[in-house]
C-alpha cells in the first residue's frame, strides 16, 4: 500500500470543512495521499475550493443535485486503485491517527483484505463511521460501491457487519477522531444536520429490514 484516498462528502460547512482539512497531514512517510472532497450540490463550497491557494485538496467533485452522503462517496469509491480513508466535513483527524490506522492496517491486513475504524471520542458512532479500507475489502462490493445504494446519509452500519463477520475488521482505540455534532455541542447545529436528520428514519428502516433479511451489502 503506496497510496491512500481520503474522501470527504460537503455540503455548505466551509467553516468545518476547512477545520477538518487542516487535521489531515499533508506528508505521511511512504504514503502519497490524495484528498477528494465531494460537494454534493454545494456550488458555492466547489468555487470556494477552486480558488483556493492553500493546496490542501487534490481534487474537488462536483455533484450538481443534492444526492446525499452515500451517492457521493460511492461515486469515488468505484475509481480508486488502492487504499481509501472516508470521513465527514465536521470531524478533525488527532495527530498521528491517520498514521496509525495504516500501521494497523500494514500490519494486519498486508494484503489490502480488511478495516480499520478510527475511535470517535466520546460519540456512540459505529465503528466504521470513519475507516480505513484495503482495496482488495472494497473489491467485495458491488463495482466497489462500498455503501448500499438504497440509503442516503446514515449507511456505515453495514461495513462494520460485513468485516466483522468476516474477521476483517480492527477498530483502533487510539485512532482518534473528534466529531463536532450538535449532539454534544448545540452551537454545531446547522442547516445540513437538519437535512440529514430528514432521511434518518428512512435509513434506519432500510437497514432494520435488511437486517430482518439477513442481508448485508457485499456478499448478496
Known amino acids: 500500500m503506496k497510496h491512500i484516498d481520503i474522501i470527504i462528502p460537503t455540503r455548505n460547512r ?10 489531515i497531514p499533508q506528508e ?32 474537488i467533485v462536483f455533484v450538481r443535485q443534492h444526492s446525499g452522503s452515500v451517492f457521493c462517496r460511492n461515486l469515488i469509491t468505484q475509481t480508486v486503485e488502492d487504499a481509501l480513508i472516508y470521513g465527514v ?15 494497523e492496517i500494514r500490519k494486519r491486513y498486508p494484503d489490502g483484505d480488511g478495516v480499520v475504524g478510527f475511535n470517535y471520542v466520546g460519540d456512540t458512532q459505529s465503528k466504521t ?8 475489502f472494497l473489491r467485495r462490493y458491488p463495482q466497489r460501491k462500498l455503501f448500499y445504494p438504497e440509503y442516503f446519509h446514515f449507511s456505515c452500519q453495514e461495513i462494520e457487519r460485513l468485516a466483522g463477520k468476516l474477521g476483517k475488521l480492527h ?12 449532539a454534544w455541542n448545540h452551537s454545531e447545529l446547522d442547516k445540513t444536520h437538519v437535512e440529514a436528520r430528514i432521511y434518518k428514519n428512512r435509513d434506519r428502516k432500510i437497514s432494520s429490514d435488511r437486517r430482518a433479511k439477513g442481508l448485508i451489502w457485499g456478499e448478496e
Not at 91 to 98: K, L, Q, V
Open 28 to 59: 505521511i512517510p511512504g504514503i502519497t495521499t490524495t484528498v477528494i472532497v465531494v460537494c454534493d450540490g454545494d456550488h458555492e463550497t466547489a468555487k470556494k475550493l477552486i480558488d483556493s491557494t492553500n493546496g490542501m485538496v487534490s481534487r
Open 89 to 103: 466535513d465536521d470531524i478533525e483527524f488527532m495527530a498521528g491517527s491517520i498514521e496509525l490506522a495504516i500501521e
Open 14 to 23: 466551509w467553516e468545518k470543512l476547512q477545520r477538518c482539512l487542516k487535521t
Open 171 to 182: 477498530f483502533e482505540e487510539n485512532a482518534k477522531v473528534q466529531h463536532h455534532h450538535p
Open 129 to 136: 463511521a470513519t475507516c480505513l479500507v484495503g482495496q482488495k
